[in-house]
């Protein structure tokens, strides 16, 4: 029997517990886990930040799980890499403008179907991710199974930001913040619920 394209990248090597017991990940305030692991020493003036000094680049590791399934839409003035270790998300992307661009990214193992193994989200764009409505539905099913599905579940990523993040280049999306984006016109809505409360 041939393999499908659909079926051939679906291992997911570390379970959800190991992961963030082995990596210490810990609870993000955007939603899901992350640990930092490396804020480069050396700093530059940035662009981004009315050229204040930022490390070269810091590194995340960063999870969403089925318990922890969304983030929430947030923004960094500096550019972020996302890099692929295991599982699949979807990120959405907010580009302001009139009227404002969303786009869907899926980040996964397969490449023939348009998932990305490397996402780059540029300065001054809204980003949010999360986990897929059909990997959440595998992940709730019933019987003995139910336990390893839901920790075989999730994504696994590395971000690099570039010059590194300082939580004041940063900011969350709010409901006001969203309407503002759309000024008036229809297709907030949809995302309202994916802001930071």
């Not at 379970?15 to 804020?39: C, M, Q, W």
Request: glycine share 8%; proline share 7%.
């Amino acid at each position: 029997m041939a393999t499908t394209t659909q079926s051939m990248y679906t291992s997911y090597g570390i379970p959800n517990s190991v992961i963030i017991n082995n990596l210490k990940l810990a609870k993000h305030p955007e939603g899901g886990y992350f640990a930092e692991t490396d804020r480069q020493t050396e700093q530059i003036l940035s662009p981004f930040a009315g050229n204040a000094p930022r490390p070269l680049a810091t590194s995340i590791y960063y999870l969403l799980t089925p318990d922890e399934p969304n983030g929430v839409f947030h923004m960094n003035k500096s550019a972020t890499m996302h890099v692929l270790h295991q599982g699949r998300a979807e990120y959405v992307l907010i580009t302001p403008g009139s009227p404002p661009r969303v786009e869907k990214k899926v980040m996964g193992p397969n490449i023939h179907s348009g998932e990305v193994l490397q996402l780059l989200v540029p300065s001054g764009v809204w980003k949010m991710s999360r986990l897929l409505a059909d990997d959440i539905s595998a992940s709730n099913a019933t019987g003995s199974q139910s336990a390893s599905t839901r920790d075989s579940v999730g994504c696994l990523i590395t971000e690099v930001v570039f010059p590194g993040f300082a939580w004041e280049d940063h900011c969350f999306l709010t409901e006001a913040g969203l309407t503002a984006l759309w000024d008036g016109a229809q297709g907030w809505e949809e995302w309202v619920v994916y802001v930071k409360k």
